[in-house]
């Protein structure tokens, strides 16, 4: 009877395996991006092409472990590896009810929940990134060590720095644990991996030592810089969830509470239990000070979070069992009624984390828009048999070519003084302002004022889109030329022109003298006909030169203000001090239904100004990508 059970039980788990697995697979079709951004794709390269070039089996970026065991999936596209995770994720969450129910924690299956649906875990399920199977490697290490398998666990555990390098942290604790239990073999082996590979390396890099002299993350602090010190506390509903969140500090004070005065009392247990409440407070406390001092290349991604989750999912069960125990001794709560109610809300709450804390599914942004027109404009063109250079990733990606393969794609450019010299006449340049000035080190105008480059064509956002570096997303394609006869910056202004079609010129004067301490002042007053056709429209561009201004411009703003039958049905805004920078601004407009237009500046503060605006211009358009 006890052999049927123990059959029935693995079967139910699972058919439990394959419909979480399933219906995640099939959720994940929902989303357009991947949690990670263009990381995604550096790591599906890696390990579809590991095959093709096996040098890439050893890149550090890349995470070597990662990409051996995500290769054969990386053969079926960037869905091979997103499977893999989802795979790997979801049977952490087995391993994690194992590792439960060996520690003696009552109702595992609570953590479960907690585990997958604390945010970024659930979203990352979904995506080609490392975090998840560190998850896994560091959850199973743990179990094995709950179930006495000392050396196997110690060989698990060593394969964790070559998925997550920040996970060398634990190596301190580890080390303290086996030399507590007199097991000194293990500390030989939880360097196993990392020594392996450093031999095979060897042959490679000529270089025993790469794993620590080729670190790809190396002074990116100078360029992700840093920010505050409680950053990740602050993204902590986004990490675990409020439930999970609440129930895992109890869980720590309930911990350190059991530690401290012995109520923990076989050995080992409790230097399991020390184990898990310190690596994930190690990896979390390790993050908001490397974020804090911008060392190595921090960006404050909650992400990095991951691998410690289910730990903390434990912690939460250590709470929720501590406040089942205690609060639910009240009168009322020890109604079955109550008490399941009260999980049934816990169940929800957590279960609703991942919509209420993240937009998911994640979907294209305006600058992915962009650089889809861009690249589909390409694929339309003869320029797409040409040598393409790029320095976003994610354009090989989206043409489907092969990053690896120099004489078809290359990303970068390697004479940041003389491009012409790194490539050919004939070759298309992809420049984009996010990555092209950071990571590329090539600034734009290196390629306008080139007379080897020629601008081909332009894309922007509908409404501007700022970037890491502050400057506004566009895409500008060149043409490396044998030497052009036309300024790019002429050809740039015809092609910005093209993007607004079916304008409607807005009558307004084109020079104005303002002068005086009026709080409004009128600069167009127009009744929108069925000319104007504002429901085809989406951007109301004005532009104009100042020439001359005197006094304090800051609270002094451009207005514009649609309106119906006397009432403001939109109303926008911009500091007047914006136009000394560029002389244009684009108002978004979408779906107004309005008859009327007035433009007028308006002097908050009525204080005494003097300008002198020339070569004013608005009017309604369909702006294009």
Known sequence: MCIKSKKIKKALNLLLFIGISLSL?????HFEVYEGGRDNYAHYFISKYSWLYPKLFLDHWGKPIFTL?????????IKGIVLFNILIGVFTLFVLNELLKELRIKAQYLALIFL???PIYFVLLMSAMTEVLAAFLLTFSLLLLVKKRYSLAAIVFSSLVLVRTETYIFYPLIIIY???LGKYLEIFLIFLFPVVYSFIGYFVYNDLFWLITHNPYAGASDVYGSGSPFHFLLKSPEIFGWPLLVFSLIGLMVTFYQLVSNKITERETKYIFVLIH?????????HSVAYWMGNKSSLGLIRVLVPVLPLAAASGMIGLNFIDSSVFEISFFKRKFSRYLIFFFIIVAQVIQPWIQLPIPYKFNESDKVLISALNWIKGEEYFKKKIFYFDVFVPFYLNLNPYDTSRIREGIINKKYPERDTKIGDVIVYDTRYAPIEGGLQLEVFMKNPFFQLINYFSPIVEEKTLNERAYEVYIFLRIDKSKEQSERVLDSIKAAK???AFSI??????????NSEFVDICNLELNQKARIDEKNILHISFDFTQFSGDLSNVGLCMSFEKQDSIIAFF???????????SFDQFIRSIDANRLKIFIWNMDKKYISLRVENISAFLAKKVY
């Open 573 to 583: 805004s911009v500091p007047i001090d914006h136009f000394l920078e560029r002389n």
């Open 278 to 286: 310190f690596f994930w407070l190690a990896l979390f406390t390790a």
């Open 69 to 77: 065991l995500t290769s054969p999936f990386a053969q079926w596209g």
């Open 178 to 180: 086996f030399l507590l």
């Open 116 to 118: 997958l649906f604390s």
């Open 507 to 516: 009558p307004i004067p084109e020079s104005m003298l303002i002068q005086g």
């Open 25 to 29: 697979f099939l959720y994940s079709s």
């Open 500 to 502: 607004y079609l079916n």
